[in-house]
């Protein structure tokens, strides 16, 4: 019995002769089922760090480059994985995770007036190159080349993010619930990658992301102020 790819006809067939199903048929089956519980769990990810933005009408704190590079970032895996192949629950999330990357850059620059004519440049030059990526219409080489830098692209949006964190000793409008998920996304999708036999450079892009975005959570946590006395009596 398969559904979505998965294939439940193994477990049950185990399961009805009072056994327990073999590692082979156990293991492809979860890292099916994560797949898509982060694909699911990616079409909010974002949303608390928007709404933290549009309820408190700041950016303190935030890196609005990080942002952008992360724009880029999920372009170039979204067009690799496609290119390549894979199975929608190996990557389904960086779909839904460039839609709401374009809107938080948008609102960043939104409540970051006025817009530099570099950032608009930046924009342009995104919207006019972005379709080709996602079509794949580049020299497969050329390709490779792009995936491999997407790494450093994804390690540069976090490095400046957590440096401002250091610097700052505060998180600003960072949201805690967005980084999570973001943590906990990347440590699966490290599992799931390996299980899908995905190449060793997906892999090792899931892997940094999961080192980075722990970096950020652990930040969130350490930089966290306790409420002051008066916060203390409002509540």
């Avoid at 067009?79 to 709401?100: D, M, T």
């Avoid at 990526?133 to 020299?139: E, N, P, Q, S, V």
């Avoid at 805690?176 to 996304?185: A, K, L, P, S, V």
Wanted: some cysteine; charged content about 15%; glycine content about 10%.
């Amino acid at each position: 019995m398969e559904i979505f790819g998965m294939d439940f006809g193994c477990v049950f067939g185990s399961l009805g002769h009072g056994r327990i199903p073999r590692k082979d048929c156990l293991l492809p089956l979860i890292s099916k089922l994560l797949g898509y519980c982060i694909v699911a769990g990616s079409t909010t990810v974002k949303i608390p760090q928007i709404m933290k933005i549009l309820e408190h009408k700041s950016i303190r704190g935030l890196s609005l480059a990080a942002f952008e590079l992360e724009v880029i970032g999920y372009t170039i895996s979204l067009a690799y994985c496609l290119h390549k192949g894979l199975p929608f629950s190996a990557f389904g999330e960086y779909a839904f995770l460039l839609v709401q990357a374009i809107i938080l850059v948008a609102v960043t620059y939104y409540y970051s007036q006025p817009v530099g004519t570099g950032r608009w440049m930046r924009a342009l030059l995104y919207c006019g190159i972005a379709p080709t990526i996602l079509a794949g219409k580049l020299d497969p080489m050329l390709f490779e080349a792009l995936y491999a830098s997407q790494h450093a692209i994804f390690l540069c949006a976090r490095i400046p993010q957590i440096w401002k964190n250091f610097r700052n000793k505060s998180t600003g409008e960072l949201s805690f619930i967005t980084c999570f998920m973001n943590f906990g996304g990347s440590m699966v999708r490290v599992f799931t990658s390996i299980q899908e036999k995905a190449p060793t450079s997906v892999v090792t892009g899931s892997a940094l992301g999961a080192i980075c975005n722990g970096i950020l959570l652990g930040q969130i946590i350490i930089y966290q102020k306790p409420p002051t006395k008066k916060e203390k009596k409002d509540e």
